[in-house]
């Protein structure tokens, strides 16, 4: 359920292995979804491997360059990133989506799931139809129906993330302008400016608990970047660093958003959703193929570690990022340490993982911080928010 990139990329491996599968979503294709659509190389290369081929270079545009903000001072621009995509949604949604049917899913677009039986499991539409299965993947996004069927909620409102966005007019050097991000544009979280051929896609996101009057803070940061402080923005839901540890029961799996696989860090999320598509098609497979649906779960627990296991890792980092005790000596670093740049930037291209970065960073850590320390000290006289 969800035709999303982790609906629609389940039911392009599910049904890749002959299984019958339905792929319903409420919305009719090509539709939208609130998102920057930074497509990092994790999105490339798991798209490359769950659809059998590159990515069409027609859905996506190439940055290599990058700069950093905090607090409307610049931290640097990095000249030479590893690639980063940028695509709009409407159309990778409806590519992934008719890639998933041409595979032999069918089709059940533009229909509302009106009830939601998750112990059959089976689904009725609002229409009256009845669709049972025995392996149901609920890849319903953020306010997922199947997440609230089981365990009463789609998620805690203590915890989850808050995106604004506006799809501005293009500037005129877009295609030559790097990607610009921006710390401290939301608490808890961060600005961008995606700047695309058809669209610059400016927004803030944060954990929504932290950050009171998000319509003020987009109002400031388009200011800053001197557009009209009044564009009408929309808002969506993003779970942030909300990892369900139990992503489903039994027959019954969640997949993307409805799992709360975003980076708690990044807000990166379409890669988890078709990484965890993809195993939870895995999963169901293989359950299937043994003859017990309800050890689906197990199987796509025991998959889903390492992807857990870095949403771990990130939340653990994010404090040193995030909060207001370490973020001006992490700044500070930020800005001293091009080499700190650089492994940020390929953290997020999905060059390397949470743990490698850690690595990478952690015999310096304490130089950093120290380095961090003594600038943010010099640097922020009179600053009373830290
Ligand atoms: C402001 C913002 C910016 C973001 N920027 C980025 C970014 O730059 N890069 C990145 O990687 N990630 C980004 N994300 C995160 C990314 O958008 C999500 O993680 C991703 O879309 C999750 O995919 P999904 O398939 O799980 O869910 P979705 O893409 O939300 O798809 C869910 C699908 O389920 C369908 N559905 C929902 N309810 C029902 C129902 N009752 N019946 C039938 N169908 C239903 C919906 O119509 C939808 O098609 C951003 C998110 C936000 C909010």
Not at 84 to 96: I, N, S
Request: hydrophobic share 45%; charged share 25%.
């Amino acid at each position: 359920m969800g035709a999303g990139p982790a609906g629609a990329a389940a039911a392009h491996v599910a049904a890749s292995r002959g299984l019958r599968v339905a792929l319903v979503d409420k919305a009719r294709f090509p539709r939208d979804k609130l998102c920057g659509g930074g497509f990092t190389g994790r999105s490339y290369l798991y798209f490359t491997e769950i659809f059998g081929e590159e990515i069409p270079a027609r859905l996506i545009e190439t940055k290599t360059a990058v700069e950093f903000h905090a607090d409307g001072q610049p931290l640097g621009l990095l000249p030479q990133i590893p690639p980063m995509h940028l695509t709009m949604r409407v159309d990778l949604d409806a590519e992934m989506q008719r890639r998933a049917l041409a595979a032999g899913a069918r089709d059940f677009s533009g229909c509302r799931v009106s009830q939601i039986d998750t112990a059959t499991p089976a689904l009725v539409l609002a229409d009256g139809r009845r669709l049972s299965a025995r392996v149901l993947i609920g890849a319903d996004g953020v306010n997922s129906q199947v997440a609230k069927a089981l365990f009463g909620r789609s998620y805690d409102r203590a915890q989850i993330g808050f995106g604004l966005e506006v799809e501005a007019t293009p500037g005129p050097d877009n295609a030559a302008a790097p990607l610009r991000i921006d710390f401290g544009a939301a608490d808890w979280g961060y600005g961008w400016h995606f700047p695309k051929r058809e669209s610059s896609t400016i927004g803030i996101g944060g954990v929504l608990s932290r950050n009171a009057d998000m319509k003020a803070s987009m109002a400031a940061y388009l200011y800053r970047l001197g557009r009209d402080p009044a564009l009408p923005c929309k808002g969506h839901h993003l779970p942030f660093g909300e990892v369900r540890k139990t992503p489903g029961r039994r027959a019954v799996l969640l997949a993307g958003d409805a799992a709360g696989l975003v980076d708690p860090i990044t807000g990166e999320g379409i890669a988890y959703a078709m990484k965890s598509g993809q195993l939870a098609a895995l999963a169901a497979a293989e359950a299937l193929a043994e003859g017990a649906p309800a050890s689906a779960l197990r199987r796509y627990r025991k998959a889903l570690r390492p992807v857990h296991r870095a949403m771990r890792q990130a939340r653990a980092i994010r404090v040193l990022l995030f909060s207001r005790l370490f973020r001006p000596a992490f700044i500070a670093a930020f800005r001293g340490s091009g080499r700190l740049r650089h492994l940020y930037m390929r953290l997020l291209a999905g060059e390397i993982e949470y743990g490698d970065m850690a690595r990478a960073t952690l015999r310096r850590l304490p130089g950093f911080l120290l380095r961090g320390l003594q600038m943010g000290d010099s640097g922020r006289a009179g600053d009373k928010r830290s």
